[in-house]
């Protein structure tokens, strides 16, 4: 069973930075296309960065590129959204997704950024 969790959420002044973790459990990421996506009160879930094995280069929202890098440890069966300069629109809770597995979520992480 594959199994999502991330990490590493919490309440940050505008302008510092966090590193969100997720452990896949029950996945391999030999080949992969995994994604970090986040959702704000109120607002829809939107996709923020997205890595694939056979592509290779990230994929960067608009709203988030300069200031987030997505990176995979495949030793530690772990991707990492790193995330500086953020702002107060940044504040949301976060989730990482395997795009082959479209039903598996997990309970993600939350993200405040005070202005």
């Known amino acids: 069973e594959v199994q999502l969790v991330e990490s590493g959420g919490g309440l940050v002044q505008a302008g510092g930075s966090l590193r969100l973790s997720c452990a896949a459990s029950?996945?391999?990421?030999?080949?992969?296309?995994i994604g970090w996506f986040r959702q704000a009160p109120g607002k829809e879930r939107e996709g923020i960065s997205c890595?694939?094995?056979?592509?290779?280069?990230?994929f960067y929202a608009d709203s988030v590129l300069g200031r987030f890098t997505i990176s995979v440890d495949n030793a530690k069966n772990t991707v990492y959204l790193q995330m500086n300069s953020l702002q107060h629109e940044d504040t949301a809770v976060y989730y990482c997704?395997?795009?082959?597995?479209?039903?598996?979520w997990g309970q993600g992480t939350q993200v405040t950024v005070s202005s």
């Open positions: 029950g996945f391999t990421f030999g080949d992969y296309a």
């Open positions: 890595l694939s094995s056979s592509i290779g280069l990230p």
């Open positions: 997704h395997l795009l082959a597995y479209p039903a598996i």
